[in-house]
């Protein structure tokens, strides 16, 4: 089975564990093209009811992920946790296989290494971390994130290019965006309260606060 190259917004997810279906239900309801793997045929049939699209391979095998075109996917996300073997095999297969935008989870901290030495470009504790939290970060160009009750958010994001060089008098976030921007990390130094008079640097880190959507929209501007 293969999949169109180039699927703007397309996530697939190998591994339909607790944590893999969470992630994976919670991207398909933000609107999000999901492709679910998993070797196990009774976790398939389970979720094929739920989700899109979900097929039954082994994924520690780059055929089979070369079968099913992933690089065609904008991200790759790993969420196997049973078997250390089988996550660091996978990323491994996906990165020879030419996916650069590799999500893995990690059990532990040693994990984590093997994940970041192998390829892996992002590494996630879903112990620590929901699989909404998760999905928010992987479809956008958020840094961190926080959903509070009645569709608010706080996050952390990267200046935009296009803002860059201007004051926040000047820029008006709230009008133009919808959000505000209630601190900003300047470079080489720590997080502060801003103001109008901030100007926002290249390279600098704001944090902001609105809706999940406008939220978003801030952090993807270019």
Not at 58 to 82: F, H, M, N, P, S
Not at 124 to 153: K, N, W
Request: net charge negative; glycine share 8%.
């Amino acid at each position: 089975m293969s999949a169109r190259r180039h699927r703007t917004g397309a996530v697939a997810v190998i591994g339909l564990g607790r944590f893999g279906c969470h992630l994976a239900s919670s991207l398909s309801q933000l609107g999000h093209e999901v492709l679910a793997i998993d070797h196990d045929s009774e976790r398939v049939q389970k979720w094929s009811a739920y989700l899109d699209r979900v097929v039954q391979a082994d994924a520690t095998e780059e055929g089979a992920l070369r079968q099913l075109d992933l690089t065609g996917y904008e991200r790759v996300v790993v969420a196997i946790g049973a078997s250390v073997e089988a996550s660091v095999l996978t990323v491994l297969a996906l990165v020879e296989l030419g996916v650069t935008e590799v999500w893995a989870r990690a059990t532990s901290e040693q994990h984590a290494k093997i994940l970041e030495r192998v390829g892996a470009r992002h590494v996630v504790f879903p112990e620590a971390e929901t699989g909404e939290r998760v999905a928010h970060l992987i479809i956008s160009r958020l840094l961190d994130f926080i959903e509070f009750d009645d569709d608010f958010a706080i996050a952390k994001v990267r200046t935009p290019e296009s803002l860059q060089g201007r004051s926040l008098r000047e820029v008006t976030p709230v009008d133009r965006y919808g959000v505000m921007v209630v601190g900003a990390k300047l470079p080489g130094e720590t997080f502060r309260y801003a103001s109008p008079e901030t100007v926002l640097a290249p390279g600098s880190i704001l944090v902001v606060e609105g809706s999940i959507a406008q939220v978003q929209q801030f952090a993807n501007l270019a």
